[in-house]
């Protein structure tokens, strides 16, 4: 049934595919807290890359220096039910950007 629902999406936000992604896999909520602390920071680290490109290794290392970072908001975040005790420092912004992008034609990135 939720892949099914993934198919009536018109117009996906991130917070609802990864929440359909969560519930598909069937992910515990300290499961669902690494998935979005690691899709925030490859987020970021990827469009790092498209601004100054780089080595997509040392990318991969970034990610991976922030494990501890990711891996202390998981007591933190996990038995969360109200949405505005969510620690939300930059998400806010990629989720704005993100649906403004899908309403445009201009280039976020140039070389």
């Given at each position: 049934?939720?892949?099914g629902e993934l198919e009536v999406?018109?117009?996906?936000?991130?917070?609802?595919?990864?929440?359909?992604?969560?519930?598909?896999?069937?992910l515990s909520a300290p499961q669902v807290v690494r998935l979005v602390g690691y899709d925030d920071v490859?987020?970021?680290?990827?469009a790092s890359l498209k601004l100054s490109p780089g080595d997509?290794?040392?990318?991969?290392?970034?990610v991976l220096g922030l494990r501890e970072a990711i891996e202390?908001?998981?007591p933190q975040c996990a038995d969360l039910i109200d949405p505005q005790a969510i620690p939300a420092a930059s998400s806010p912004a990629i989720e704005a950007?993100?649906?403004?992008?899908a309403n445009?034609?201009?280039?976020?990135?140039?070389?």
């Open positions: 049934a939720v892949l999406i018109t117009h996906p936000c991130r917070a609802r595919v990864l929440g359909l992604v969560a519930a598909a896999g069937a490859q987020t970021v680290v990827s997509p290794i040392e990318a991969a290392r970034w202390s908001m998981v950007w993100a649906q403004a992008h445009t034609t201009r280039r976020l990135f140039s070389a």
